[in-house]
């Protein structure tokens, strides 16, 4: 390949150092604009092509350069000889890089599936340290991002899935936007596996719905302003009203989720463990999944709270984001529903 430049100049140098000195600083200027043009976010192939490029450039300016006579006469002129290394790299730019189309360099946006929020990477303490024994110890937890629905998944949706079963019972619910219940742990892990989806584990659960907050609820402390945010014991039986209420009524947390508090307790990924000690010695199984129990008839985890029924669910101590409950894997009752995630993929 030869180079055609419109005006060659002979420079003259007093030392041949100061020769290499600009031919460094040559190298390093075009080095910091090829950086700041060309981001690596390019295939392998175009950085394989553009490597060869560049060392064909170097070869041939440093092979031009050579042609400067370092005889001590004449003035240095740094300012034009520059400006006619860059007129250089210009003519070498436009040929072997030619612009890329801003469309293709634009970072890909993560499309949200319909019906579920992205819930964003962090840690979290978990667990509480002035909670029950079991929500102890309170420890650090790193989260992947993921996505999570917005609502508990409702009858609506359950009908779809002709594979999936369910039980009845008192306290049923009925209307297609009221959460599924009496569904035991293997439906609701098949329903959303149908939907290739998965059950969050019980990490992710504690993490969305704190939605950044290390208070009881996601809002804080106050439990006058729980209402707002969940069907409970005060706002259902207390009033009247039996059974879970339609989803995406109350007003959602930070991150855009309905129902985490309230109308019906929540499946998870989890076996149940009396305590969180287990995973302090494998923290990485938080985000992997689970301990395993030895036991014949493990237990799995529900989060959340209800809007009543049975034991402390419907109260305001029964609805915090630490709370846990435990549950044979085939029990299908009217306090419990679940919602599914789903991997953001790589």
């Known amino acids: 390949m030869h180079l055609h430049i419109n005006k060659k100049k002979k420079i003259n140098f007093k030392k041949p150092l100061e020769l290499l000195k600009l031919k460094i600083f040559i190298f390093y200027k075009f080095y910091l604009l090829v ?14 092509t553009r490597q060869k490029y560049f060392e064909t450039y170097m070869q041939e300016f440093l092979n031009k350069k050579t042609e400067i006579k370092t005889e001590s006469t004449g ?31 634009e970072k890909v946006e993560v499309l949200i599936p319909d019906g ?10 978990m667990g509480s340290y002035s909670g029950n024994e079991d929500e102890s110890p309170d420890h650090l937890v790193y989260i992947n991002s993921f996505f999570l629905d917005k609502h508990e998944v409702t009858n609506e949706a359950y009908s779809k ?7 009845s019972g008192g306290f049923d619910t009925f209307d297609s936007k009221q959460p599924v219940v009496y569904v035991d742990w293997e439906n609701a892990n098949f329903y959303c596996n149908a939907q290739n989806k998965r059950l969050p584990t019980e990490a992710e659960w504690e993490y969305a719905a704190r939605a950044g ?13 729980l209402e707002n945010y969940a069907w409970l014991m ?22 855009g989720l309905y129902d985490m ?3 019906v307790m929540e499946w998870v990924q989890n076996y149940y463990t009396k305590d969180y000690s287990p995973y302090i010695r494998y923290p990485d199984l938080h985000n992997g999944i689970n301990i395993q129990i030895e036991k014949e008839y493990p237990l799995r985890v529900a989060r959340g709270g209800a809007w009543g029924g049975l034991s402390d669910a419907g109260s305001p101590e029964g609805l915090r984001s630490a709370k846990r ?22």
Do not use: H
């Not at 950086?35 to 394989?48: C, D, E, K, R």
């Not at 579920?116 to 303490?125: N, R």
């Not at 299908?332 to 789903?342: E, K, L, P, T, V």
């Open 234 to 255: 005060t706002n259902t039986e207390q009033k009247g009203i039996w059974g879970a209420r339609k989803v995406s009524v109350k007003l959602p947390n930070r991150l």
């Open 213 to 225: 907050s290390y208070e009881k609820y996601s809002f804080g402390n106050n439990i006058s302003m």
């Open 35 to 48: 950086l700041i043009l060309f981001p690596f976010s390019i295939t392998q192939a175009q950085n394989v």
């Open 261 to 263: 508090y309230g109308n």
């Open 161 to 167: 899935c002709p594979e999936c079963e369910r039980g």
């Open 116 to 125: 579920m929020v992205k819930i964003p990477e962090g840690e979290f303490l």
């Open 325 to 346: 409950y435990a549950f044979a894997e085939w029990t299908r009752s009217f306090q419990i529903g679940f919602r599914c995630a789903m991997d953001i993929s790589n």
């Open 75 to 105: 003035e240095r002129d740094f300012e034009n000889d520059l400006l006619e290394d860059f007129e250089l790299v210009e003519e070498y730019k436009s040929e072997f890089f030619p612009k890329i189309p801003e469309q293709a360099i």
